[in-house]
């Protein structure tokens, strides 16, 4: 199966740009989603991913491209602050867009797939979701649970040629460190090296499971 029809959800955001840019130079038909979207198109369109109608909505509408082949799940949200400084809000927030977000998205790409003869599902992780480190309480959380969900749709859709990745980046630099000049872009991954990374997996071959990767820079963890 070819991939031929993409959503990449959080598609406005450092990585989500990289990735639609390269997908489409793949010739990939890709539907950039997000919650800040201005002007809706074929192309690109609104959704808040807590919002299970405003999900459902993306995903009905995508259906006129054809079926779905490739789901890429870049949105997120980061509180990085002690556990005791950590507010019920943002730990709310953060397991809502980074955990139900992606629960929302794979549920419905996962249905289409299965209509249709399988694809693939890659999740953004994160090395908090299997390194133990300060000030990530509500982060670590959540990347933890896009791990087990990971898991749990590779076996439930093994059948159905429904293959589901988690990629775990280490540091990425992204609009987020602009503001941090103590850190040196040339110590992390760039946007384009997990576009390329992304880009891999997806052409594969649905006989092959990619369950993870993790993606790093030189330095490891910064």
Same mark, same amino acid.
């Given at each position: 199966?070819?991939?031929?029809?993409?959503?990449?959800?959080?598609?406005?955001?450092?990585?989500?740009?990289?990735?639609?840019?390269?997908?489409?130079?793949?010739?990939?038909?890709?539907?950039?989603?997000?919650?800040?979207?201005?002007?809706? #198109?074929?192309?690109?369109?609104?959704?808040?991913?807590?919002?299970?109608?405003?999900?459902?909505?993306?995903?009905?509408?995508?259906?006129? #491209?054809?079926?779905?082949?490739?789901?890429?799940?870049?949105?997120?949200?980061?509180?990085?602050?002690?556990? !005791?400084?950590?507010?019920?809000?943002?730990?709310?927030?953060?397991?809502?867009?980074?955990?139900?977000?992606? +629960?929302?998205?794979?549920?419905?790409?996962?249905?289409?797939?299965?209509?249709?003869?399988?694809?693939?599902?890659?999740?953004?992780?994160?090395? #908090?979701?299997?390194?133990?480190?300060?000030?990530?309480?509500?982060?670590?959380?959540?990347?933890?649970?896009?791990?087990?969900?990971?898991?749990?749709?590779?076996?439930?859709?093994?059948?159905?040629?429904?293959?589901?990745?988690?990629?775990?980046?280490?540091?990425?630099?992204?609009?987020?460190?602009?503001?941090?000049? !103590? +850190?040196?872009?040339?110590?992390?991954?760039?946007?384009?090296?997990?576009?390329?990374?992304?880009?891999?997996?997806?052409?594969?071959?649905?006989?092959?499971?990619?369950?993870?990767?993790?993606?790093?820079?030189?330095?490891?963890?910064?």
């Amino acid at each position: 199966m070819s991939v031929q029809n993409a959503v990449v959800v959080g598609g406005t955001g450092s990585i989500g740009r990289a990735v639609t840019s390269r997908l489409r130079a793949e010739g990939l038909h890709v539907v950039c989603a997000s919650d800040d979207v201005l002007t809706e #198109s074929s192309d690109s369109m609104r959704v808040d991913v807590t919002d299970e109608a405003s999900v459902r909505s993306l995903f009905d509408r995508t259906d006129a #491209s054809g079926p779905l082949s490739l789901l890429v799940n870049c949105s997120g949200f980061g509180c990085f602050t002690s556990i !005791e400084e950590t507010s019920l809000q943002d730990w709310r927030k953060t397991l809502d867009v980074n955990l139900t977000g992606a +629960f929302l998205c794979a549920r419905e790409a996962f249905k289409r797939m299965r209509a249709h003869g399988g694809g693939r599902l890659i999740h953004i992780g994160s090395v #908090s979701d299997h390194l133990t480190l300060p000030m990530n309480g509500s982060y670590a959380a959540s990347k933890h649970g896009v791990r087990g969900l990971t898991g749990v749709l590779n076996e439930e859709g093994k059948a159905h040629a429904i293959r589901a990745t988690l990629l775990s980046l280490g540091a990425v630099y992204t609009d987020f460190w602009r503001s941090r000049p !103590e +850190f040196s872009p040339a110590d992390m991954l760039s946007v384009e090296d997990v576009a390329e990374c992304i880009w891999e997996i997806a052409r594969k071959p649905l006989h092959i499971r990619v369950d993870e990767l993790r993606l790093v820079p030189s330095k490891g963890v910064l």
